[in-house]
């Protein structure tokens, strides 16, 4: 089964991704990081030199060839959700993990990571507190409609989090074989 992590950045898609992959012997993809190795440049450059509409355009043919692989643990980019083609895909088989941080934690997480300002672009001309806050309003309804399950991400270590979504993919599996078996 493939689990496919979604949620703004800096909720811990791309830890906790690693660490799942990692203890379920599975191969671990972060969307953001093929697209930028299939540019050969950064979010940030992509955005900057072919717009956003080019960026998400690219996102979505990175999500839909890693939604082939599975088995596999994806950690999808924040906006992937805006894409309702890519809603309609991650609707289809899988585990859609939402990972949920407060907007306090993902401006801790934002500062406490230099390469997040590095790579990836202002998404609003609003300072940094103003944008994580209205995007989180924006986009929840977005994650909600497509996550099957929610884990909440503030202040819990990486191991935490991962035994709480292997106890949630235990069930996922047993209901689907319970359902194929009615």
């Not at 953001?32 to 940030?44: F, N, P, T, Y």
């Not at 083609?85 to 990571?113: F, H, K, P, Y």
């Not at 994580?132 to 909600?144: D, N």
């Amino acid at each position: 089964m493939q689990v496919r992590l979604i949620g703004y950045r800096c909720s811990g898609k791309s830890s906790v991704g690693r660490a799942l992959a990692l203890e379920l012997g599975v191969p671990f993809w972060d969307t953001d990081r093929v697209l930028e190795s299939r540019a050969g440049k950064s979010i940030q450059d992509v955005v900057a030199y072919e717009g956003w509409g080019s960026f998400r355009a690219m996102e979505r043919e990175v999500l839909m060839g890693l939604l082939e692989m599975d088995p596999a643990v994806l950690a999808l980019g924040g906006g992937a959700v805006l894409d309702p083609l890519n809603r309609v895909a991650l609707s289809r088989q899988g585990l859609n993990v939402w990972l949920v941080a407060g907007a306090q934690t993902i401006l801790e997480r934002m500062a406490q990571d230099p390469e997040s300002t590095l790579r990836r672009p202002a998404l609003t001309c609003l300072g940094p507190e103003q944008e994580v806050r209205r995007l989180l309003r924006e986009r929840e309804p977005l994650y909600r409609e497509v996550a099957h399950v929610r884990v909440y991400t503030d202040h819990r270590p990486v191991d935490k989090l991962v035994r709480e979504i292997l106890e949630l993919l235990g069930r996922a599996v047993a209901e689907t074989a319970s359902a194929r078996g009615a």
